[in-house]
């Protein structure tokens, strides 16, 4: 599996949801979707995009059921090793994370979350993995939360 099978599982975990015959993925900006619909074109599957004007968001459907399959064989939500833990996670991140202004400490916050403690606990571990040093992981409103705010930790690296 090359790191765009790993980076989309990480989005379905975030943003999707896996039935026997579909795989749906939700997003509140289509352009999101679409790059996401670039990915499983690769696959050789047809994503369909539609707007839900009820809840103003856009759904990304797959209705293959062998679609479907692949993503549960791989381990959905949590894939089964060996696989490429960073392209995961950057799926996740891609798929709930956000980035802020942090007045108080006036930095960039990057912010996660998830309910699942599995998927929280290997996200830490991948972050610590490349040299992230202190994510902080707070319970609150029902979701596991990892923040980074240490000024090293969310300035892109200068490294050639």
Not at 30 to 51: F, H, Q, S, Y
């Amino acid at each position: 599996m090359n790191d765009d099978v790993w980076w989309l599982l990480g989005v379905i975990a975030g943003d999707g949801y896996v039935g026997k015959y579909f795989v749906e993925i939700s997003d509140m900006h289509k352009e999101n979707l679409e790059v996401v619909a670039d990915a499983i074109r690769k696959l050789g599957c047809k994503p369909v995009i539609t707007k839900d004007a009820r809840e103003r968001r856009y759904r990304l459907w797959v209705n293959s059921k062998a679609f479907a399959d692949l993503i549960k064989g791989l381990g959905f939500p949590i894939p089964k090793p060996p696989f490429n833990h960073v392209a995961y996670v950057q799926g996740l991140y891609d798929a709930e994370g956000h980035v802020e202004y942090w007045r108080p400490k006036r930095t960039v916050r990057i912010n996660f979350a998830n309910k699942n403690w599995d998927i929280i606990r290997l996200v830490i571990e991948t972050l610590t993995s490349i040299g992230v040093q202190k994510p902080y992981v707070r319970y609150s409103s029902r979701s596991y939360r990892v923040q980074l705010y240490r000024k090293e930790d969310v300035t892109p690296s200068r490294r050639t």
